[in-house]
Structure formats: C-alpha cells, structure tokens
C-alpha cells in the first residue's frame, strides 16, 4: 500500500513539473515577441527622427541654398487683354500640351450677340516650362495682371518619405514575428498591429503622391478678356448699390437659415396646437347646443300682500256704500 502511495505521489510530481516547464517556455516565447514587436515599434518612432537628424546634418552651403534638392510648389495666374478670347485659349491650350501638361478647368463667356468677351483656364504643366509659358501670354495680347508665389514644402516630403521607410519596416518586421508566432492569441494581436500599420502606410503613400504632383506639376490660372477689368469703387454710386445688394442677398440667406432651422420645432409644436384647437372648438359647440336663459325672459314673481292689509278694490259694497249704488228715483 505505502509502495502504491509513493509511486502516485512520484507521478503527481512529474506531471506538475513538466507543466511548469511548459508555462514557463510559453511565458518566455511570449515575452520574446512582446519584446520584438517593441523593437519594430522603437524603429518605427526613431525612424523620422533620424531622417530629421540627417537633414539637420546635411547642413546649408554658401548662399543658403540646401544640400539636398528642394521641393517647391508653384502657382501662377494671370489676366490677358486680347482681341479673340477663343483664339487664345485655344493657344496657349496647346503650348501647355506641348509642354506635357492638361487642362485642368476651363470657361468660357459670350455677349447678347454671341460674340466671346471672356474665357478662364487653368493649366496644369511640368515646373520647368511655367515661366516660358508665362512669357509667352505677351504674344497674345497685353498682360495686365500677374502673380506668381512658390511654397517650399522641403521638410514636409522628406517627413513623409521617412515615416514611410520606417513603417515598411515596421511592416516587414511584423510579418516576420508572425510566421514566429506559437499561439492564436499572440498571432492575432500580430495581424490586428500589422493591419494598422499597413492602413498608416497607405495613407502616407496616397497624401506623397498628392504632394509629389502638387510639386511636379504647377497650376496656373488665366483669364483672357476683351476689356479691361475695372474694379468698382466702393466709395461711389455703383460701390454702395453693390454693398446693398450684398447685404440683402446676406440678409436673405439669413432669414432661410433660420426659417429651416425653425421648421422642425414649428412641426413639433402643431401637434399640441392642433389638438387645443380642436378641444375649444368642442368646448364651443357644447355650450351652443345648451344656451342659459337671459334674464329678461325668466318669469316675474308677484309679491304677496302684507298681512292685514286689506284690498279695497276687491271688497263687496257695504250698506254704507248701497245708498251711493242706488238709483236717484229710488233716494229719498
């Protein structure tokens, strides 16, 4: 019996500790992906720092100008006073394909006799050829106004391009723990991270290539007219008709905001106010089916006599008042 008791004794005691082994094996795979997703995500946070430490320590050449090449947004527009609107833009329509560029937007405008007195286009065209395009709208007619403006975004792009490299190789990172992983649990938590990291990654590719066409490609505006532009003077008749009709057309779009926005209370409040309505009404027909008599049409009540007092009008003639009754032949 103590033989049997000692060898399950023995047998609880190994599978305890096997189980141990096992927990604690468990515990330290566990541990070591923990450790080598916090690795990725270290790499993912240092990675645009380090980018910003290496433009840091590119340094600035004599003159100012960057070591690295700069990225620059350019924008233009224009107004051209021409004798043909259409010929115009049909122009410079294809001096701007031939740069390879497209049209981004176009419009046009006649006269009550058809004629074309104003056209707008808005090119886009590879930043090298704009300013050749822009010399060359004085061979259409007279430039009357010009503006030109550039954005260096620099630090932006390069940004953007860092928290990219380092997401990739967050990405890449993941996919490798993944194939790694031992349980269900720690393989999920992988996929739900790599599934956020690969959305991050998409969206900093799609807003790069915004930026990359923005800077690739600039975006000038001209409008071709027939006559010169004048601005009204706000200090005369016409500039305060304009300031007026501005501010009715406020006052308009005003009033229609609060018109809508009272709307759905005003529906709320008719359901009472009908059901008020209807109960008054109710209540007046009632009181027209049962009038109350007027006081002028109730009965008068005769007052009884005060006790003791005699009617005279009513009494029978007496022997003193039969000699008055009597005929004149028969006194005497």
Known sequence: MERILKS???????????????SALDSDDGAVADHDMEVADDAAEAAPEEAQDQDA??????????????????TASAVVEVDDTREAVRQVVGLATGYGGYVEAREESTDDDGEPVYASVTLRLPQDNLDELIEQLNDYGEVTDLTESAQDVTSTYRDLNARINALETSVDRLIEIMSEADSAEELLQIETTLSERQASLESLQAELNALEDQISLSTVHISFTTEPITEVDRDGFMGGLQSGWNALVGFINGFLVVAGALVPWLAVLAVPGVVVLLLLHRHRKKRAANPRPAASEQPAVQEDPEPGAADYSKQPAGPENASDEQPPHERG
């Not at 320590?57 to 350019?74: C, H, K, M, P, W």
Request: net charge negative.
């Open 8 to 22: 399950f004794t023995a047998l609880l005691l190994a599978l305890f500790l096997l189980s141990a082994c096992g």
């Open 57 to 74: 320590s590119g340094g600035v050449l004599e003159g100012g100008t960057s070591a690295a090449e700069r990225q620059v947004i350019t």
